[in-house]
């Protein structure tokens, strides 16, 4: 006998909302959509930000023990014993040492120059060395790696976020469990299949007013209510993430928390703030909780979807009103391979002059060789297109200038160099970085004035399938003979100017691209491709500690020339 789904679950989908380190408190629980379109987060307990727990980890150390990643002289991670001791993210070192001593402090890794690998270190330089992600990044790859073998369709949001569509591996176990408990194929045109299900089993749940009512009244029966078959299948997609967190556990020692009931999702909304809402912690958010002066996403609920859309457009109406219910109509969207990938360093004070700058292009060929190397494993992409762009004081924009192709080949390693004049062995940089190196110098001082220099990128653009063995164009002609080359001499040659021509470089977003496969970012509002979402990541991360580093660097100049007259303001850029 064929087994069906049940009518009620023919327009539903479960969707697993695997979050790896923010906003514990509201963010716990909260995916619940038209339709019966099911979702629950997955998120490493007891993390403000993934990166502690990952350290941790990485050193053994307790989850019990206060704890925050740093970079330079501030926070960019808490863990909860830490923030109970009243520390959070925007803490400077000297800040959380003071309202906790017990706390351990560790650093992000950082690259020097003529290191192949970013290195751990207790208190690197700013002015010698770049922060490194690639070991989160790594991390993350390993608890997606874990994702894959359960769900294929996965949509990437961030370093550390994703939505999984498992609604074919949750009815494909319902309809297991129909075809073992024959009695239920009388229900299956019914909304609900009157089951009960032991909630407490799958992980923390949210109850609904009325269960939370019963259960206080501490009778012996199960204060949970009858099954609808929407709780069916969220019940076993439940089962499902406890069995990936467990997978997490026992393989990589992260430890995740779960679950919502879709019965209890506007009970559990009525209390959440409004702008803690994904997709509204930015403008959009701050524009509507302003102007009908709200708090709580329950404010919304007594406006009709006729009123927002009168006020703030058809499609954004819709959205709010729905959204402040719970309800979220976006479609999952596979991840794909980035189109560009960046190194990236800010220099301030700027840099005077180009000796100075050997270390900047050792240093941003390493982490681009690295990050493009890693990209090529993953997804089997190469880039076309290399291109170094540089910011110079005055101008507040980044120029660039292109470097042409780069192949796999050349950024592959070819062992060590002796040092002779030193008379000992050491390990310095790959022959190809060292390559790579000399190109960018080189690039770097054909643009004519960079100087002062206070900002320098490296990126890699226009990945594509099978490109990795690209060769240099002139490795295509023949060497041509003395005399036809003189011959010659007369004859035009290509201009340069497209390449000597500064330009402000592109966006990181771009508004023109179907809006089917972007992503809409909470904190600037700014519709995201989705396969550059990486790099988005880490530009905010960037922006958020350059803001701190100079709002320490404003109160720190007012407090010593608060007499003085004031001196020019420099161009903040956002990398550091």
Not at 375 to 403: C, D, V
Not at 431 to 457: A, D, R
Request: aromatic content about 10%; glycine content about 4%; some cysteine.
């Amino acid at each position: 006998m064929t087994i069906t789904l049940p009518q009620a679950l023919k327009e539903s989908r479960c969707i697993l909302h695997i979050d790896l380190g923010i906003n514990i408190l509201v963010q716990l629980f909260i995916k619940l959509t038209q339709y019966g379109k099911i979702a629950f987060i997955v998120k490493l307990k007891y993390t403000y930000n993934n990166y502690v727990q990952l350290e941790q980890v990485r050193l053994g150390i307790s989850s019990d023990v206060p704890a925050a990643v740093q970079q330079w002289q501030n926070l960019i991670a808490v863990n909860y014993p830490a923030r109970q001791a009243g520390i959070d993210r925007h803490c400077t070192v000297e800040k959380a040492k003071e309202l906790c001593p017990e706390i351990k402090l560790l650093h992000v890794p950082t690259y020097a120059a003529n290191e192949i690998e970013p290195q751990y270190r207790e208190n690197p330089d700013r002015a010698t060395h770049k922060v490194s992600l690639d070991p989160y990044r790594a991390a993350s790859l390993n608890i997606f790696k874990i994702f894959h073998k359960y769900c294929d369709k996965i949509q990437k949001i961030g370093l550390d976020e994703a939505f999984m569509d498992v609604t074919s591996t949750v009815n494909q176990r319902l309809m297991e469990y129909i075809d073992c408990h024959p009695e239920l194929l009388d229900r299956l045109d019914d909304d609900a299949c009157n089951l009960d299900l032991d909630w407490d089993q799958v992980g923390i749940t949210v109850e609904s007013k009325e269960e939370e009512e019963r259960r206080q009244l501490e009778t012996d029966e199960s204060h949970w209510s009858k099954a609808t078959w929407r709780d069916l299948q969220l019940y076993f997609g439940a089962e499902l993430a406890a069995k990936i967190r467990h997978e997490i556990y026992t393989t990589l020692q992260y430890t995740c928390s779960a679950v919502l009931r879709n019965s209890a999702a506007l009970y559990f909304m009525e209390q959440v703030p409004f702008t803690k809402i994904r997709n509204l912690g930015g403008k959009l958010g701050s524009e509507v909780e302003s102007g009908l002066s709200i708090d709580k996403a329950s404010d919304l609920w007594k406006y009709t979807i006729e009123e927002l859309q009168i006020k703030f457009g058809d499609s954004t109406g819709r959205y709010l009103y729905h959204i402040s219910r719970g309800v979220d109509n976006e479609e999952i969207i596979p991840m794909k391979a980035p189109k560009s990938i960046m190194a990236s360093k800010q220099f301030n004070p700027a840099v005077e002059n180009v000796q100075e700058m050997d270390r900047w292009f050792s240093i941003l060929a390493i982490e681009l060789r690295n990050r493009v190397l890693k990209n090529y494993e993953e997804f089997n992409t190469w880039p076309k297109t290399f291109t170094l762009q540089y910011a110079s004081i005055p101008y507040l924009s980044f120029r660039s200038k292109a470097m042409g192709p780069i192949s796999r080949e050349e950024m592959k390693d070819h062992g060590k160099r002796i040092n002779k004049k030193q008379k000992k062995r050491f390990v310095e940089r790959a022959y190809c970085v060292e390559n790579i190196t000399k190109k960018l110098e080189k690039v770097f001082k054909s643009v004519g004035s960079p100087m002062p220099c206070s900002g320098l990128q490296f990126s890699a653009s226009n990945f594509t399938q099978g490109a990795s063995q690209l060769r240099p164009i002139h490795q295509f002609f023949n060497k041509i003979p003395r005399s036809l080359n003189e011959s010659s001499a007369s004859s035009p040659t290509c201009s340069q100017s497209t390449y000597d021509k500064p330009r402000t470089v592109a966006p990181l977003w771009n508004q023109d691209i179907n809006e089917s496969l972007e992503y809409l970012c909470d904190k600037c509002h700014k519709k995201i491709l989705l396969i550059n979402i990486d790099e988005h990541t880490d530009y905010h991360f960037a922006l958020d500690i350059q803001k701190q580093v100079n709002q320490e660097l404003d109160q720190s100049k007012k407090r010593a020339n608060n007499d003085t007259q004031p001196s020019n303001k420099k161009k903040k850029l956002f990398f550091s």
